[in-house]
């Protein structure tokens, strides 16, 4: 097998399966893997549709909790950001990508687990929602992880667990399913053939 298609093919099995669990950050486990031997575009194209296949099979798991009025700000906010995340994607400098996504996870990662014991924030309201949304529909754009940043917000926002599922899995369907359309190229096609059946299998 070409190492390429290996490539895509066990990034998105370990992409698939965290997002099986928390159910989101299939882009950000996925371009861990994909950014070392991948164009950044084909990369962020793939964790794209990879994560969107993820958020279309848990689509019907998170009626719980389903808030149209606490979700619309998010939204608006990531449909604004999502053009700036596609401009800024076709700049970027490879060794700048993989630097950039390791700063983040290194940063996020222990941040998520201690934001539990932080007291929750009581300002900001709508507006810091869809402030964040706006930050999710950036990075969106970039790579396909619009759900890092909303999850962190809605975390120490207070949000009950069934309230922030439903929040953080509608969020980024809406996201990704818009960002997919910008992204996908006719260059993706066989390595998205590749990390299919991959992800329909989780």
Do not use: H
């Not at 120490?156 to 190229?185: H, P, S």
Request: aromatic share 10%.
């Amino acid at each position: 097998m070409d190492p390429v298609y290996l490539l895509v093919a066990v990034g998105a099995i370990v992409a698939g399966f965290v997002q099986g669990l928390s159910g989101f950050a299939f882009g950000m486990v996925a371009m861990s893997f994909w950014a070392w031997g991948l164009d950044p575009r084909l990369a962020a194209a793939l964790s794209v549709f990879g994560a969107l296949t993820g958020q279309l099979l848990a689509v019907f798991t998170v009626r719980r909790g389903f808030n149209l009025r606490l979700l619309l700000p998010f939204v608006l906010g990531g449909l604004a950001g999502i053009p700036l995340g596609v401009l800024v994607l076709p700049q970027l400098d490879m060794a700048w990508f993989k630097a950039l996504l390791g700063g983040f996870l290194a940063v996020w990662c222990p941040v998520m687990l201690r934001v539990r014991r932080l007291p929750p924030i009581k300002v900001g309201g709508r507006i810091g929602d869809a402030v964040a949304g706006m930050a999710g529909g950036v990075l969106s754009g970039i790579g396909g992880f619009a759900g890092p940043v909303p999850t962190l917000w809605s975390t120490l926002r207070g949000f009950a667990k069934d309230e922030q599922r439903a929040v953080i899995q509608n969020f980024n369907l809406a996201m990704l399913a818009v960002t997919v359309l910008g992204l996908l190229t006719a260059s993706g096609i066989a390595l998205l053939c590749s990390a299919l059946p991959v992800l329909l299998s989780r």
